[in-house]
Nanobody
Framework: QVQLVESGGGLVQAGGSLRLSCTAS????????MGWYRQAPGKQRELVAT???????NYADSVKGRFTISRDNAKNTVYLQMNSLKPEDTAVYYC???????????WGQGTQVTVSS
């Protein structure tokens, strides 16, 4: 079992920045991949960014060039640096981990990001 705890959400003006953190209860060395997803009101959850155990990253087209995903293995933490935020980035952001070692797909509880215009 893996617990994921997100932090760093909040209210920010358009053009501003936020950094989200996701800390895992287990070593992230054992995760095949970790990532961030978001869900806006009335919309489906969508992928924002992922990072594999080898460090390869993938981004949604809507955030490329503005968001950066990274990981600190020593802290068992994955980050999402969000710059040049837009009102359409407003959503609940969820951390996700996929691990064959721990036999599962795990989600955090979510953190709200609100971008005002």
């Amino acid at each position: 079992q893996v617990q994921l705890v997100e932090s760093g959400g909040g209210l920010v003006q358009a053009g501003g920045s936020l950094r989200l953190s996701c800390t895992a209860s287990r070593s992230i060395f054992s995760m095949n991949a970790m990532g961030w997803y978001r869900q806006a009101p009335g919309k489906q959850r969508e992928l924002v960014a992922t990072i594999t155990g080898g460090g390869s990253t993938n981004y949604a087209d809507s955030v490329k060039g503005r968001f950066t995903i990274s990981r600190d293995n020593a802290k068992n933490t994955v980050y999402l640096q969000m710059n040049s935020l837009k009102p359409e980035d407003t959503a609940v952001y969820y951390c996700h981990a996929l691990s064959t070692y721990y036999s599962g797909s795990y989600w955090g509880q979510g953190t709200q990001v609100t971008v005002s215009s």
